[in-house]
């Protein structure tokens, strides 16, 4: 018997791989856009340009002294935010979670309240950063800031409520805070991603420097 197998038979590997839908990447291709769209517009209002260079000058003249380098990460190499932001974000991440599983909701209110106690030493480091950041970064910077304190106040409620008993409500305000922690860490990206292409950022052809993040 012939076992030799035709270069022309398909095997698994060759088989052509399921694409998305056309329809589906339509629309995540037009929500990318109106993403993009929204942050461009932010990036280009001029609007509270005042107002954010005296926040600026006024966070820079505080006299911090030396921990003003260490809010920015100075001793790492890199900025201190970024890696701050990790505690509040995974504990309401895993508090999400845990709200999902039958028994584990006193601990989901533990990682809540843990996350709002990670949010400040998160928030000041931020806006260290964020003093130092040309005005394009800064204007997103500032709704990053905004989306930030709706998911501090989204579970600061959320955290009432549980304590209170009322947990169906607090866990719905935890998902609030969920979608404005999403919303912020996309402008954050922005803002850094825009950094490291600004000429002189660390992307090939510039020389580096360390990446902003506001808070």
């Known amino acids: 018997m012939n076992t ?11 088989q052509p791989q399921p694409q998305p839908p056309s329809g589906q990447v ?9 993403w993009l769209g929204a942050v461009t ?25 030396s921990l003003r380098g260490l809010l920015r990460g100075e001793p790492l190499g890199h900025p201190a935010h970024p890696m701050l932001v990790e505690v509040p974000m ?6 999400a979670v ?8 006193r601990h989901a209110t533990v990682l809540t309240a843990v996350g709002l106690a990670g949010a400040a030493p998160a928030a000041v480091a931020g806006w260290a950063d964020w003093a130092e950041l040309p005005p394009r970064q800064a204007r997103v910077g500032v ?7 709706a998911a501090v106040g989204c579970y600061a409620i ?28 996309a402008l954050g990206a922005h803002i850094a991603y825009a950094d490291r292409t600004e000429p002189g950022g ?7 420097k360390v990446v902003r993040a506001a808070s």
Do not use: F
């Open 26 to 34: 339509a629309a995540l291709d037009k929500a990318s856009e109106r």
């Open 98 to 105: 845990l709200d999902a599983v039958p028994g584990a909701h």
């Open 158 to 185: 959320s955290l009432y409520d549980r304590l209170r008993g009322r947990g169906a409500r607090g866990r719905l305000w935890s998902l609030a805070g969920l979608g404005a922690v999403a919303v912020s860490g």
């Open 90 to 95: 995974g504990c309401w991440l895993s508090a």
């Open 4 to 14: 030799h197998m035709d270069d022309r038979t398909p095997t698994p590997h060759s």
């Open 143 to 149: 709704a990053h800031a905004l989306a930030n304190a």
């Open 202 to 208: 660390t992307e090939p052809g510039g020389t580096d």
């Open 41 to 65: 517009t932010l990036e280009e209002s001029t609007a509270v340009d005042p107002a954010i260079r005296a926040l600026q000058r006024g966070i820079r003249a505080l006299p911090l002294g």
